[in-house]
């Protein structure tokens, strides 16, 4: 059995181009790191976010942790569920869509079906998004009903 010499440079190249392959991926991985939205003051649960209270900043932490906020369009005109410190990015979970109807205001209730619309007037039993599926209930029959919140604030009641 023999064995052929090595020259220790050989190892010394490749040890070199494997730092250097590993510098050129990390860098690359930086790179496209791109933006947060982070918040130019204190904002507090129930806050309706506007332009003027972030901004975009560029992300320069590599093991900064996802689901965070990338572009101000993301969060303008949504609410805030928890406190947003400034500075820090905002996660996409503390955020929700403004009410488009409130619990205990009266709403009206629409039914169409048939050729035929039914309207009656209504009390959602929780706040609601649009398009979301809640309970309501029937002012004058006192029934709970169920529907979807639509753009109106009206809640379309489907057909059993």
């Known amino acids: 059995m023999t ?10 190249v490749r040890a070199a181009l494997v730092m250097l ?3 050129c ?14 918040p130019e003051r204190t904002i ?16 320069t932490n590599p093991n900064l942790r996802g689901g965070y ?13 928890r406190t947003l410190l400034p500075g820090r990015t905002i996660p996409v979970a503390a955020l929700r869509d403004s009410w488009a109807v409130e619990r205990g205001k009266t709403v009206p209730i629409v039914f169409t079906g048939n050729g035929l619309t ?3 007037t209504g009390t959602p039993l929780e706040n609601a998004a649009i398009g979301d599926f809640i309970r309501v209930r029937n ?4 029934i709970i009903i169920s529907g979807t919140v639509m753009e109106n604030g009206s809640i379309q009641v489907a057909a059993k």
């Open 118 to 120: 039914i309207t009656a």
């Open 21 to 23: 392959a590993l510098l």
């Open 69 to 81: 906020a990338e572009v101000t369009s993301e969060v303008v005109g949504k609410v805030t569920t």
């Open 139 to 142: 002012i004058e029959s006192g």
């Open 25 to 38: 991926a990390s860098s690359m991985a930086h790179a496209g790191r791109g933006t947060a939205v982070v």
């Open 3 to 12: 064995f052929r010499p090595t020259l220790p440079l050989q190892g010394l």
């Open 44 to 59: 507090y649960p129930g806050e309706e976010l506007v332009e003027e209270l972030v901004r975009e900043v560029e992300v």
